[in-house]
């Protein structure tokens, strides 16, 4: 037995006994530190996990269950590694075990199944792309550099990139729609313009949970194609309307209600104020900006913070920024009325309005 003034067990294994109550803000506590510090090792349980389509496989079987022997040949995995990968997904949660044989935990099957209720694609994109980068996140803070590997323009050319890199937007879209759809009005506007807005998504269930309301998507020409067959999917297609573009070349699309979400981030402080500026511009007079992003406030907050160092190591000149800092950008424009509302996943929305004329 330990106390507080005896020194703990040596060795890893000591440092991450599950039986051990962990909090990485207890002093007293060095299981917490030790847990939070190998946080990368659960979080690629999951990340494997998904890429190797464990629960969709465990979903497809005839009872929803799968002895070790018979769920490792199915994922092709070597005998050596699946029986511990097996049990420590069971260990966090996310597999069930029974009399031998394995199923998906009910949180699995509900969001982790390849399926309409899909809740995995952003997880599987930044398996490739996040968590290669993170790796390297020491580099990062000492030059500043993303480090990100390949190029953009490549990634929007290749149509398996593309598809990963647009499901990963979905998936951060997709918690927020039902806040955004609560935060105006919606009756009192019929246009609708998503700036950024990849295949869709945001925009297709906006329109599609609003009769009245048609919509524009303004991203890159790439995804038109793409936006086509999801609106199309979602039943929206002929009120939906993609419009190819630069940001910062090509004037917005007009609109009564014009959303930027999760792109100032991605850019420097004078290009945000631009898009502000050009969002002015195209907001119709009495219409409404919406703005929304992982925002940091005067509080840290760690699901925005790291928001915020994605863009460090993804973007040249991205980061998080405060809520204040983008209300001054959008008073500046000449909106009023700005109002500020959370989101989930450590976002923060701005509301600002286009006075009548």
């Given amino acids: 037995m330990t106390s507080a003034t005896t020194p703990a067990p040596q060795g890893s294994a000591a440092l991450h006994d599950p039986s051990r109550p962990s909090d990485a803000t207890d002093p007293n506590d060095p299981f917490g530190i030790a847990a939070f510090g190998l946080g990368f090792a659960s979080a690629k349980l999951l990340l494997s996990a998904l890429e190797l389509g464990v629960f969709t496989a465990l979903d497809g079987t005839a009872d929803g269950s799968a002895e070790a022997e ?36 009910e949180r699995a099957q509900r969001h982790l199944v390849r399926g ?23 580099e990062a803070l000492r030059t500043g550099a993303p480090q990100a590997e390949g190029d953009f323009e490549a990634m929007l050319g290749d149509p398996h990139a593309r598809r990963m890199f647009l499901t990963m937007q979905d998936s951060l879209s997709g918690p927020l729609i039902p806040h955004l759809l609560d935060a105006l009005d919606w009756s009192a506007y019929t246009t609708l313009t998503d700036v950024g807005g990849a295949r869709g998504n945001l925009a297709g269930h906006l329109v599609r949970a609003r009769p009245g309301l048609t919509g524009t998507v303004f991203d890159r020409p790439q995804n038109a194609e793409p936006c086509a067959e999801h609106t199309a999917g979602l039943g929206v297609a002929e009120r939906i309307t993609f419009t190819g573009g630069d940001f910062f070349t090509d004037p917005l699309p007009p609109a009564d209600v014009v959303v930027i979400g999760h792109v100032l981030a991605d850019f420097s402080r004078d290009e945000r104020r631009a898009l502000i500026e050009k969002a002015y511009t195209a907001v119709h007079e009495g219409g409404t900006l919406l703005v929304y992003d992982p925002m940091n406030g005067d509080k840290p907050e760690l699901a925005s913070l790291i928001a915020s160092l994605h863009m460090l190591v993804m973007t040249p000149a991205g980061a998080g920024y405060h809520p204040d800092h983008c209300a001054g950008w959008m008073e500046r424009s000449g909106f009023t009325d700005i109002a500020r509302r959370p989101l989930p996943l450590g976002n923060t929305l701005l509301i600002a309005r286009k006075r009548a004329a």
């Fill in 116 to 138: 309409p209720g899909y809740q995995g694609g952003f997880l599987e994109g930044a398996n490739f792309v996040l968590y290669p980068a993170w790796g390297r996140l020491t």
């Fill in 70 to 105: 018979e769920l490792r040949a199915a994922l092709g995995l070597h005998p050596r590694a699946a029986a511990d990968f097996f049990d420590a997904l069971t260990a966090a949660g996310l597999l069930e075990r029974h009399y031998g044989r394995y199923r998906n935990s």
